[in-house]
């Protein structure tokens, strides 16, 4: 191999390594539970409050769910 090969193919591995340590492990937050905390954290910052999120409607089920 020659040298330039080797610091690609380093560079790949960083790459690699760099990017599966990003994020946060977790659930994920759905548009309702980002709106309720962000009304909360201006709310704690005495900034002017956000709009009160609307409760999300019951998701009905579909014909495909099943397959899923």
């Known amino acids: 191999m020659t ?3 080797i610091l690609v193919t380093l560079g ?3 790459a ?3 990017v599966s340590a990003c994020g946060r492990k977790g659930d994920l937050d759905t548009p309702y539970d980002a ?3 962000a009304r909360k954290d201006a ?3 005495g900034e002017p409050l956000p709009p009160e999120p ?3 409607v019951a998701d009905k089920p579909f014909i495909l769910d099943p397959l899923i």
């Open 3 to 5: 040298a330039g090969r």
């Open 12 to 14: 790949l591995i960083a």
């Open 16 to 18: 690699v390594g760099v």
């Open 35 to 37: 709106a309720v905390q």
């Open 43 to 45: 709310q704690k910052a």
């Open 54 to 56: 609307q409760k999300p």
